[in-house]
């Protein structure tokens, strides 16, 4: 079977991670196997969580809906659609009981994936419908039965490919523990419409709990971030709780996304993100943190981060006042300083230009040659040598420090 899954840095890593002697949580009737499946069925063990209950069940396959591709393993798999009216087939499983996915502790799930260009739903004749041919992603939630919440844990790249490939995803939940897993079937974030596609799901693996050494393949220590994935409720120019505005104070500060000037992306981790934009009146927007401890002179550090741009983002321009449509690519700039929250001392690093519309993590080598430094500044920046000032944006999730030794 192929596995070569494409490597995206959304909300998973592709990582090659042994799981023995790890906590695990079974998921049970793995392969969505039925002795005589019909369509509509939910197989043993899995709930229809599709939030309108009228509309189409996720279904049991090949048979169903004219798709015939052959399972990854067994017998069967589950096809999950997506709808023009956002009704997105969802399918979920209780955890066995006293079992569930601790906050701020990171798990690993692997799972096959594929989509079908032939389903379509079947008309009164027995003859092709309504095509749901298109291309899908897949989002996991992690679902609390106590709280009556959930939580966006996990984001696939879009799965354009008919052949199975494994993915292999870390789930990190940081808001509450949860005693269900739920995947829904979710449209390609860089259209600009809901659209009627799908994604077949086989052969899911058991829940392993595993270890930050383990999910970033280098020894050393953690500096804790406060409130790394910027969750906060949705709201314009606001930065993210724990973390103080270092723009311009004649300028409004960094957005809380997605939902504000036409951004859609889903996050790339939780549920919100930065969003932060360079202007064409020469002023640029940042956020900075005093960290728990200092940055030393001399020492290497790993800044990981997932980083994005908005094919939307509309706003006034500065400069003639009109509308404008704030999408050219800017770069990520990350200070060190030490007298105040925003006091930009050095350069520590900076990416080249984001382009992608999607999430990618970036890893950023921080190396302090002038000074310890207390403070960790971000900064969105236009692309240098900077020939004139221009409207752009720069998508942030999911932060980590890491000490290298």
């Known amino acids: 079977m192929a596995s070569q ?41 899995w709930i229809n969580r599709t939030a309108d209950e009228e509309t189409d069940k996720p279904s049991i396959a090949p048979g169903c809906y004219f798709v015939s591709t052959t399972a990854a393993h067994g017998e069967r798999y589950m096809c999950l659609k997506t709808r023009r009216d956002q009704n997105n087939d969802q399918l979920g499983q209780r955890l066995n009981e006293g079992s569930y996915l601790e906050m701020d502790s990171i798990y690993q799930i692997s799972l096959y994936l594929a989509y079908s260009p032939n389903l379509a739903l079947a008309k009164g004749d027995g003859k092709r419908g309504k095509s749901f041919g298109k291309p899908a992603l897949l989002r996991v939630w992690g679902v609390s039965h106590i709280g009556k919440n959930k939580e966006l844990l996990a984001v ?59 999910v970033y393949g280098r020894p050393g220590d953690f500096i804790l971030l406060e409130n790394p994935s910027f969750e906060e409720t949705p709201k314009c120019c606001e930065p993210p709780r724990r973390w103080a505005n270092c723009g311009p104070e004649v300028e409004t500060p960094t957005d809380i996304q997605p939902g504000f000037f036409s951004v859609t992306l889903p996050a790339a981790h939780g549920d919100t993100y930065l969003g932060m934009v360079v202007r064409d009146n020469n002023t640029v927007e940042a956020i900075g943190q005093r960290l728990p401890e200092p940055l030393q002179v001399g020492k290497k550090y790993l800044l990981r981060a997932y980083l994005a741009r908005s094919q939307m983002m509309l706003s006034l321009s500065r400069s003639t006042g009109d509308e404008a449509n704030y999408t050219t690519p800017v770069m990520l700039r990350v200070w060190g300083g030490n007298d105040n929250w925003c006091d930009k001392e050095e350069l520590l690093f900076q990416t080249p230009l984001i382009t992608t519309t999607s999430w990618r993590e970036h890893e950023l080598l921080l190396e302090p040659q002038n000074s310890n430094y207390t403070y960790l500044i971000l900064e969105a920046y236009y692309k240098t040598p900077v020939l004139f000032s221009y409207n752009g944006n720069l998508l942030v999730d999911n932060l980590s420090l890491q000490k290298l030794e």
Not at 12 to 41: M, R, W, Y
Not at 171 to 182: A, C, F, Q, S, T
């Open 5 to 45: 899954a494409t490597c995206s840095t959304i909300c998973f890593l592709l990582l090659a991670l042994h799981t023995q002697g790890q906590n695990t949580l079974a998921i049970l009737n793995p392969s969505f196997e039925v002795d005589h499946p019909k369509c509509g069925e939910m197989p043993a063990f």
């Open 156 to 214: 696939t790249p879009v799965i354009n490919h008919t052949a199975w490939q494994v993915y292999r995803l870390l789930l990190r939940p940081v808001e509450n523990d949860y005693d269900e897993i739920l995947f829904e079937a979710f449209f390609d974030p860089d259209q600009s419409y809901a659209y009627n596609g799908n994604v077949l799901i086989d052969s899911i693996s058991a829940i392993s709990k595993v270890s930050r050494s383990q």
